[in-house]
C-alpha cells in the first residue's frame, strides 16, 4: 500500500500516472517502463535486486524510508547496500530515513546527519481511565480489546462531532473486521473503512486515495503507520498493539505473535492526527 501511495504521490505532483517517470515494484504488481527514474519499491523488492546484481548497477542512489519500523528485511537490505558501496560502488548513495530515528543511533555512525522540520498540527493525548484493564488483560479475554477499542472510537466520534476522520490502529485483519461491524452495527452518519494489507489492491486504492461526503471511519493495521497520509484525518484511535513474526523456541516454527509497539511507533501513530489540522 505504501509504495503504491508514494508512486501515485510522486507521479501525480508531475502529472503523470505511476509508471513513466515514478514507477513501483512489489510482489505480484508493478508499473514500470524504460522512462522511469524513480521506482519504489518494498523490501523484499530490494533484496531480490540484490540478489541479482549485488553491485546495483542500474541506481545511482537508495533510499530508505521509514527505518524506525526495523525489520529484517530492511536491515539486511542496507547491509547488503552497504555492501555494495563498500566493495563496488563508492559512489552509491544512501539516504535513512525516519521521523523518529535518533540522529546519534548506529545506523547513523560516520553519516551526514540532516534535519528537515515539516509541519505539523498540535495533537492532544489522552489515555484510557484510570483503572481501565491493562493491555495483557484485553488480550487474555476474547473480544475484550474490540470492545474497548469500539467504546474508544465512539468516544472519539461524540467528542468532536464536526472534526475530520478518525484513523483506528489495530494489530491485524481478525480484529480489524470485528471493529469495523461492530462500528457498523452502532449506525450513525459515518463511513466505516477498512485497510490492511491482505485486502485486494483496488479496495486499498478506494480508501487511500478516495472521498467521501461523509466523516469516515478508518480501521487499519500498522501499514497506516507512518508511510500513507490519509487526507482528512483529525483523530487517531490507537490500541498500542502490533502483530509481529516470532521464532517458536520449542517447535523452532515462524508464529505470528501480538506485542505492544515501540515509542517510536507510537509517536508516529499519534501524529498521523496532525498533519492536516490540530488533532
Known sequence: VAARAAARRMATSLGEEPGGLVGYA????????TRTRVLVVTDGVLLAMCRADPSLAEA?????DEFHERGVD????????REAQRVFRPELRLVVMSATLLGDGAVAA???VIASAGRAFPVDVSYAPRGAPRLAALLSRRGALEEAVVEATTKALRDAPERGDVLVFLPGAREIRSVAAALRDRGG?????TLYGAMPSEAQDAVVFGTSTRRRVIVA???AEASLTLAGVTAVVDSGLQRVATIDEDTGLRRLTTR???????????????RVAPG
Open 26 to 33: 512489489m510482489r505480484g504488481d508493478a508499473k514500470r517502463s
Open 60 to 64: 545511482a542512489a537508495v533510499i530508505f
Open 74 to 81: 530492511s536491515d539486511v537490505a542496507l547491509a547488503l547496500c
Open 110 to 112: 560516520g553519516a551526514a
Open 189 to 193: 452518519d459515518v463511513d466505516i473503512c
Open 221 to 223: 493495521s500498522p501499514i
Open 260 to 274: 505492544a509497539i515501540s515509542k517510536a511507533s507510537a509517536a508516529q501513530r499519534a501524529g498521523r492526527a496532525g
